[in-house]
């Protein structure tokens, strides 16, 4: 993996932010998430540095905290400058507990409960993403209830749908998510919330993919949500400021992928805008991205002792490790790709073509089915990259296996950001 804090130090172990990974294992156990926070910092950074000098500052970055979610990383955010996007009330709660700005928030999800939009709304949620009329219905009558106003976006379909390799113009219209601009369900949906006395309809939202590696979509999407603006605009007068254009910007998890530098999107996409406001005479959005993916993934490793090495002659080697689906459902869910080293022989060449499997009791519980390491064995540690979203946040208790601590490494330091799970945790909700 060619990364600027990846290395091989004189005992052959893999380094990763500056720490050797093989001690890390040694100190923390495995399985272990590690995750770079300079490199976090550095990207979200990035993504605000790049929304100021493309678009001089008129928008907001919200990390989609879907794919990490844990105090710390809220800090980090807050820290950092920008915003967040949730999608949960846990989600919700969590940034709360970690003293984040509520004004920053997107509120996302196409079934909030009663419940988690009275919470929301007494958080003091800057935008919460409304996704059906029944959401506006209750929005209202829970706002009215409460003396307030709701700040709102509305979800919309805007009928482009990416995939890592190519996007449909006019799909994307059977989903669970949204309001069809296409149906005039999107109009209608304006219509309803202006309606309302008690929500403050900002703008529009969509999100077309996630492990998007083209611009091309991003531009689209931008060019169709602000020729419904301008439509919102000739049918009802009202001039809407804010456009969330979601997130989906792609990393790499091997060699073939190659990511766009992310700035670009930035760059791309205000171009766009630029250009369409011109054009239909709107003035500029404020615009909100919500990368989440690619503020963590490419930061995080996850460390494994291996176990069991079960040849089958003639058909495949098993390298079994001491995690697997619970901490990483990618492979098992999506045939998600990872590349591996083994940490403690990291300076070997990868002979050995061989089959990850985790510990659980599914023959379906894999990480790799054809993955390239080093020779190696029971005993040996070996990492997986590019596992810092959608990881830990969709680790689960199969089987009653704990799930695994997270050890940030910053600027020489490392410290926990979420401790191991416990025995005792597995059975602390058991009456
Ligand atoms: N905003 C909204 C409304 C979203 O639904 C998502 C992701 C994002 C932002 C962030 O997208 P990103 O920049 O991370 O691509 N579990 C899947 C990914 C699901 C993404 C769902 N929505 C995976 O492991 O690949």
Do not use: W
């Not at 999800?109 to 409304?130: F, S």
């Not at 979509?217 to 456009?243: C, H, I, N």
Request: proline fraction near 4%; glycine fraction near 10%; include cysteine.
């Amino acid at each position: 993996m060619h990364q600027d804090n990846i290395s091989i130090n004189n005992r052959g172990h893999l380094v990763f932010a500056g720490f050797d990974t093989v001690e890390l294992a040694r100190e923390y156990g495995t399985p272990l998430y590690v995750m770079d926070e300079r490199m976090i910092r550095d990207t979200i950074a990035m993504y605000r540095v790049s929304m100021e000098n493309y678009y001089q500052g008129r928008g907001l970055v919200c990390y989609a905290s879907k794919a990490f979610s844990c105090k710390h990383i809220y800090r980090v955010c807050r820290e950092e400058g920008i915003g967040a996007d949730a999608v949960s009330m846990g989600e919700l709660y969590t940034a709360m507990e970690a003293g984040f700005d509520p004004a920053l928030i997107c509120y996302h999800g196409n079934n909030k409960t009663p419940a988690e939009l009275e919470y929301a709304l007494d958080c003091g949620v800057g935008r919460i993403v409304a996704d059906s009329f029944r959401e506006l219905d209750l929005l209202e009558e829970i706002a009215a209830r409460k003396g307030r106003k709701a700040g709102i976006l509305l979800r919309l379909c805007p009928g482009i749908e990416a995939h890592t390799h190519d996007f449909i113009r006019t799909g994307g219209i059977d989903s669970k998510f949204g309001f069809a601009i296409e149906l005039g369900i999107a109009l209608e949906a304006v219509e309803h919330a202006l309606s309302k006395p008690h929500l403050e309809l900002r703008g529009v939202h969509a999100h077309i993919g996630s492990q998007i590696f083209q611009l091309e979509p991003f531009r689209r999407e931008a060019e169709v949500l602000m020729g419904f603006l301008a439509e919102v605009r000739a049918k009802t007068g009202a001039v809407l400021s804010d456009l969330n254009l979601g997130g989906g910007f792609g990393i790499r998890y091997t060699q073939a992928d190659d990511p766009v530098p992310y700035g670009q999107y930035m760059e791309a996409v205000t171009q766009t805008l630029k250009e369409t406001c011109a054009g239909l005479d709107y003035p500029l959005p404020f615009v909100i991205m919500e990368p989440g993916r690619s503020i963590v993934g490419a930061a995080g490793i996850t460390l494994y002792e291996i176990g069991n090495r079960r040849e089958i002659p003639g058909v495949r080697t098993y390298l079994s490790v001491d995690g697997g689906m619970t901490d990483n459902i990618r492979y098992a869910l999506y045939g998600a790709e990872y590349t591996f080293t083994v940490a403690n022989r990291a300076g070997g060449d990868k002979t050995l073509t061989a089959a990850i499997a985790g510990r659980c009791c599914e023959s379906g519980d894999l990480l790799a089915k054809e993955a390239r390491v080093q020779q190696c064995g029971p005993g040996d540690i070996l990492a997986v990259f590019s596992t810092g979203a959608y990881n830990y946040s969709m680790a689960s208790n199969y089987n009653r296996v704990p799930r695994p601590p997270v050890v940030m490494l910053l600027d020489g330091t490392a410290h926990l950001a979420v401790r191991r799970e416990s025995l005792a945790d597995l059975v602390r909700n058991d009456l």
